[in-house]
């Protein structure tokens, strides 16, 4: 077989289409190298509709508008948007002025802006009544208004650190939030915990992750001032909760 190598290197010119190809078989190759490492299952291709409304939503508007719409086309799958805490529904950094949007993570807990677990767990079970698994946005991200990235010079050492070892990381948004390293045991832990809390009390066992290569594959830490991926830990979560269903 012709080496990865030769393939990724030659100079053969390829159509629009090969290079497509040519990199759905690098990703594919990368994804299951990943999953035979961590056991994790691939989950099957469903139809399904997704909506984001960013802003201006509770649980229920999805459950009144979207979930509906979803049922009359027959799709078994439904994503919402983050309806746990966040900068937008706990009204920071400025009340009253300016607040950030749901991808400015707080604590993993639904929102009581949103309506909270009761209504989270209305709209699951009416989902579960059409045959509908719905599945919420999430991150390893918290805000710098979240109680959870409090401290400015991370105390506990749960964020990812640039290179002067200090700073915490946060990609392209650092002014608004910063990347939970799950390369440690303890925010790995801590975001596992709290979605599985979310799925006993509610029935919520589906997340899309936002996103893997900015804030779960890329990140290197320098905190112990040695460069240390975390996209390993960020895997083993993954089959933590895979494995709880």
């Not at 459950?63 to 706990?90: C, W």
């Not at 990381?169 to 809390?197: D, I, T």
Request: glycine share 6%; aromatic share 12%.
């Amino acid at each position: 077989a012709t080496s990865a190598k030769r393939i990724l290197l030659n100079t053969q010119r390829k159509t629009e289409v090969a290079q497509r190809n040519l990199w759905t078989w690098v990703f594919d190759a990368v994804h299951g190298r990943a999953r035979a490492e961590f056991g994790l299952r691939e989950e099957p291709l469903i139809p399904r509709l997704a909506q984001n409304k960013w802003d201006n939503f509770t649980i229920d508007a999805y459950r009144k508008d979207l979930l509906p719409a979803a049922a009359a086309i027959g799709v078994k799958q439904l994503f919402i948007d983050n309806v746990n805490k966040s900068a937008a529904t706990e009204r920071c950094p400025n009340p009253g002025k300016f607040h950030w949007n749901m991808c400015c993570a707080h604590e993993y807990e639904p929102a009581p802006r949103l309506g909270g677990s009761r209504a989270l767990k209305a709209f699951v079970a009416e989902c579960r009544t059409h045959g509908i698994r719905p599945f919420a946005w999430t991150n390893n991200a918290q805000a710098l208004s979240s109680p959870i990235n409090d401290s400015e010079r991370d105390d506990k050492g749960w964020f990812v650190r640039l290179e002067d070892t200090r700073m915490k990381y946060g990609g392209a948004y650092a002014g608004v939030m910063s990347a939970m390293n799950f390369g440690r045991e303890a925010p790995r832990r801590h975001w596992v915990e709290a979605l599985k809390k979310i799925k006993a009390a509610t029935g919520l066992d589906g997340y899309l992750f936002d996103s893997f290569y900015n804030l779960g594959f890329m990140p290197i830490d320098y905190k112990d001032r040695a460069p240390a991926t975390q996209f390993r830990g960020l895997l083993a979560a993954f089959k933590e909760l895979q494995d709880a269903g």
